[in-house]
C-alpha cells in the first residue's frame, strides 16, 4: 500500500471541510403569485384578510373560498384547516355542537 502524502492529506481536508462547514444559503421568499396556490393558500388567503377574526365553520370557509375561485372538496379544505391549526398554527380549532370551528390565533 502506498502512503498518502501529507500534502494529499491537507488537500483532501480542505475539500472535506470545505463541504461540511460552509453557511448555508439563505432561502428566497415565495413569489407573491404562488403564495396562495391550491387549498392551503385558499385558506391562507382567507387568512390574510381577517376572515378568521369571528368563528367559521368549514362551509362558511368553502363558501368563502368559492368566491375567490377556489373550488375544492369539503375533504381537502377540511385538511387544509387541520393541517394550519396545528399547537403552532395560525388557526385555532375546538368542537363546538360536535362540529370543528375555525378562528384566527390572537
Not at 1 to 29: G, H, N, S, Y
Not at 59 to 88: C, D, F, I
Given at each position: 500500500?502506498?502512503?498518502?502524502?501529507?500534502?494529499?492529506?491537507?488537500?483532501r481536508?480542505?475539500?472535506?471541510?470545505?463541504?461540511?462547514?460552509?453557511?448555508?444559503?439563505?432561502?428566497?421568499?415565495?413569489?407573491?403569485?404562488?403564495?396562495?396556490?391550491?387549498?392551503?393558500?385558499?385558506?391562507?388567503?382567507?387568512?390574510?384578510?381577517g376572515?378568521?377574526?369571528?368563528?367559521?365553520?368549514?362551509?362558511?370557509?368553502r363558501?368563502?373560498?368559492?368566491?375567490?375561485?377556489?373550488?375544492?372538496?369539503?375533504p381537502?379544505?377540511?385538511?387544509a384547516?387541520?393541517?394550519l391549526?396545528?399547537?403552532?398554527?395560525?388557526?385555532?380549532?375546538?368542537?363546538?355542537?360536535?362540529?370543528?370551528?375555525?378562528?384566527?390565533?390572537?
Amino acid at each position: 500500500m502506498k502512503e498518502p502524502k501529507l500534502e494529499d492529506i491537507v488537500i483532501r481536508l480542505e475539500r472535506l471541510e470545505k463541504t461540511v462547514l460552509t453557511a448555508k444559503r439563505p432561502q428566497e421568499p415565495r413569489r407573491s403569485d404562488e403564495a396562495f396556490v391550491g387549498p392551503s393558500g385558499g385558506v391562507h388567503l382567507l387568512i390574510s384578510q381577517g376572515f378568521f377574526k369571528t368563528k367559521r365553520r368549514l362551509g362558511e370557509v368553502r363558501t368563502s373560498l368559492a368566491k375567490y375561485g377556489y373550488h375544492y372538496g369539503a375533504p381537502q379544505v377540511q385538511t387544509a384547516l387541520n393541517r394550519l391549526s396545528t399547537r403552532t398554527g395560525p388557526l385555532a380549532v375546538f368542537k363546538e355542537g360536535g362540529k370543528k370551528i375555525y378562528v384566527r390565533r390572537k
